[in-house]
């Protein structure tokens, strides 16, 4: 079965800007592809489930239930960063998951990311040994290199998580009639 898949302009743009390698760069041989960056994160489950609702939101900086950032919308609205409460004091708190990673403060880097979660039975302590597998595709490894830097200066939501495994693979670009994957490389 054939998947269509229709970008605006815009989505076409930033994913040229963000996770295709350009011609214009020294790794011109590369051009169309990007880099996968994959990382294996085991999150503490039973410290984080004592924690209240309200405690694992301002976290994260995001509705558990909805997804939605804490200064509204749904899952996919943009957070916005400058909404108060009632006391004046920030929605989003800018040690919260969200605030270290979104693009906003991050110099702008964008990643195609996508996280699945896995549960692989228990640990040798009888806790869970669960988590997120994670992958994003940029343009450079060094733009999610940046925004992990960002998450480890600050997000409050590191003390729950481990990283256990990481690999960063070069996904070559697609290839021409009569070519072969990996052709700039190898020609």
Known sequence: MTRTCHLSVQQTHLLE????????????WAAGGSYLTTRRIAISVEVWDTLRLEEQERVTGRDKVEGAPLSGGDEFTEPDFTAVNHRGLPVIDDRSHVFRTHPDNNDGIRMLRRGY?????NDA?????????????TRTPDRLARVHRNMARDDMFVEYLKTTSSGVFLVPPGTEP??????????
């Open 117 to 121: 979660n896995f549960i692989d039975g």
């Open 125 to 137: 302590q009888g806790r869970l040994n669960a988590g997120l597998f994670f992958i994003a595709f």
């Open 17 to 28: 800007e963000h996770v295709w390698i350009s011609a214009d760069t020294d790794q011109s």
């Open 178 to 187: 009569e070519g072969y994957v990996g052709q700039g490389i190898f020609a």
